[in-house]
């Protein structure tokens, strides 16, 4: 860019200059000047010459009206950043006079109020060593009523919560904390005081009131309510058997989930068996929320929702044998046994269906192991054949374990046909049991 030159704009008229007629008159004879073919040529050639001088122009060359142009767009975005540096100052020293603030009103609450906000203020700006192009107490109490106006709100809604709380307003004292100014009385301090208040008969419970509140009004700030209040939000919905409160919350205001709070609901619903579904659900969403899938795996196929669970495993790939055998240990419904033992969507089993059983019969789960059994008997002894070829994980060992369980519990012919097949298998001996020393089965290789 450094070598483009600018040129003022003018009407443009072509013409053949003095010399480029002389060269002309040089290059032709006067037999071809005044042949019309030959003439013809001479044009095209002109025509090309004049096109690559026209390129030549465009790249060496811009208007001289665009150097204006980038001179006044420089000044422009010039005049932005000195204006954007002046806000950032401005906005730097806003931030550390909220500091002051919060710090002072914090102290002011839990003193016993005999010294002023402006002291407190005072004695913490020369403790947090904190300062501007002014001192940012004399910043907040000058005679400007405009400079003052945040802290004068912010003590104005500390002294009419408290004089609510003790007028026993609590449904006004839990409107006006969750809408607090930057959420000053929405904390655990606050949440204290209407617990403190209890029970009162025949009127709505003052802490469910603040709680309804504060997450009625949590979109209009940017920050979702806190984890730890969260969670006391949700006891208290729970408590008060207000199940459908807590769905709002879960599904529709901003909130910061714990695996504290999906634990909570999961819970519940194993004492409210009829709303068992729903709070599976919410505890799903928490959970996936806070990236625990176990625990929401674990709700889906509670919930019966087995395709769900296949599908959630394949997204998430990072489930182990041990975190699935675990899985159908708390769960341990067959059609969920059977899906994670055979493939799925043209992807291998995500477990062995022959330790799967031993690990349901070493679990003292064997009611669950003998109706995977009595499933995989009717498909007689091509199924059997097809499960065990297919079946990486299951050693010839764990087979003949299994066939013993087969027989021990009434399915004679499963075992047999279990045993068939490893008998088929080449390199495989059946060793007796009666020699104690060796091994259930021995491989020979040749």
């Known amino acids: 860019m450094e070598n483009l030159k600018f040129w003022q704009q003018s009407p443009q008229h072509w013409y053949i200059t003095g010399k480029e007629q002389f060269n002309w008159k040089q290059s032709m004879t006067l037999q071809e000047s005044v042949n019309l073919d030959a003439l013809t040529k001479y044009l095209k050639h002109l025509e090309a010459k004049y096109a690559e001088i026209k390129q030549v122009m465009l790249k060496k060359y811009v208007p001289a009206q665009r150097k204006v142009d980038l001179d006044e767009e420089?000044?422009?975005?010039l005049k932005r950043r000195d204006l954007a540096e002046n806000l950032n100052k401005e906005l730097q020293f806003r931030h550390q006079r909220l500091q002051t603030i919060l710090y002072a009103l914090t102290s002011l609450v839990k003193s016993d109020k005999s010294s002023s906000f402006q002291d407190f203020a005072e004695q913490i700006q020369k403790?947090?060593?904190l300062h501007g192009d002014r001192g940012i107490?004399?910043?907040l109490f000058e005679d400007d009523p405009g400079k003052a106006k945040d802290a004068e709100i912010l003590l104005y809604y500390i002294e009419r919560f408290n004089e609510l709380i003790s007028l026993g307003e609590y449904e006004k004292a839990a409107c006006l904390a969750a809408n607090s100014p930057r959420r000053i009385l929405q904390n655990i301090g606050t949440m204290n005081k209407f617990k403190a208040v209890g029970k009162i008969r025949g009127k709505p419970f003052p802490l469910l009131l603040f709680f309804e509140a504060i997450f009625r009004t949590s979109h209009a700030f940017r920050c979702p309510i806190d984890a730890e209040l969260t969670l006391e939000g949700i006891k208290c919905g729970l408590s008060e058997k207000r199940l459908d409160l807590v769905i709002n919350w879960v599904t529709q205001e901003r909130l910061t989930f714990s695996e504290e709070a999906g634990d909570v609901i999961c819970d519940y619903g194993e004492q409210d068996t009829y709303n068992k579904a729903k709070c599976l659900a919410l505890a799903q969403i928490i959970y996936g929320e806070c990236g625990l899938h176990k625990k929401a795996l674990l709700c889906l196929c509670k919930q019966g929702q087995i395709h769900g669970a296949m599908e959630y495993i394949q997204q998430f790939k990072d489930f182990t044998s041990d975190d699935l055998m675990q899985l159908i240990k708390l769960c341990p419904h067959t059609e969920l046994i059977?899906?994670?033992?055979?493939?799925w969507n043209g992807k291998p089993p995500s477990l062995s269906f022959g330790l799967a059983i031993l690990y349901l019969f070493s679990a003292d789960m064997k009611t669950v192991g003998i109706k995977l059994l009595q499933e995989i008997n009717k498909g007689g002894k091509d199924a059997v054949e097809y499960l065990m070829i297919n079946d990486p994980f299951c050693s010839l060992e764990s087979w003949q374990e299994m066939a013993d369980i087969c027989l021990q519990n009434g399915f004679d012919k499963l075992?047999?046909?279990?045993?068939?097949?490893?008998r088929s298998q080449a390199g495989v001996t059946e060793i007796s049991e009666e020699h104690d020393t060796v091994n259930l089965m021995e491989h020979v290789f040749w």
């Open 338 to 343: 059977q899906c994670l033992t055979k493939e």
């Open 127 to 129: 403790s947090k060593d």
């Open 415 to 422: 075992s047999n046909n279990i045993m068939s097949i490893l």
């Open 74 to 77: 420089m000044t422009v975005i």
């Open 137 to 139: 107490v004399e910043e």
